[in-house]
Nanobody, 121 residues
Framework: QVQVVESGGGLVEPGGSLTLSCAAS????????MAWYRQAPGKQRESVAR???????NYNDAVKGRFTISRDNAQNTVYLQMNSLKSEDTAVYYC???????????????WGQGTQVTVSS
């Protein structure tokens, strides 16, 4: 029984910053990788950033140098700090959490509900 809840989206001017948060709640699980994806209207969902259980990170080339993904294992939370935002970053952002249930061996993907980020002047 797991819930993944996102927050932090909103409207920001080009060049501005936002920080997204995503927390997994419940019991009887442990977390492996955590990641952020985004989907703009009329486009397919794409990977934005990923952080592994070993704290290795990967970024979409379009956001390298501007976005930073991090995790707080004690709070089961992943963050996405977004700086120097561009209009092209406008999308619904979704967090993804890989979860292993207590007593199990398989990893399951859980998704947040999505949060809208709009970059516009």
């Amino acid at each position: 029984q797991v819930q993944v809840v996102e927050s932090g989206g909103g409207l920001v001017e080009p060049g501005g910053s936002l920080t997204l948060s995503c927390a997994a709640s419940g019991s009887g699980f442990s977390i492996n990788d955590m990641a952020w994806y985004r989907q703009a209207p009329g486009k397919q969902r794409e990977s934005v950033a990923r952080v592994t259980v070993g704290d290795n990170t990967n970024y979409n080339d379009a956001v390298k140098g501007r976005f930073t993904i991090s995790r707080d294992n004690a709070q089961n939370t992943v963050y996405l700090q977004m700086n120097s935002l561009k209009s092209e970053d406008t999308a619904v952002y979704y967090c993804n959490v890989q979860i292993r249930h207590t007593g199990g061996w398989r990893l399951y993907d859980y998704w947040g509900q999505g949060t809208q980020v709009t970059v516009s002047s």
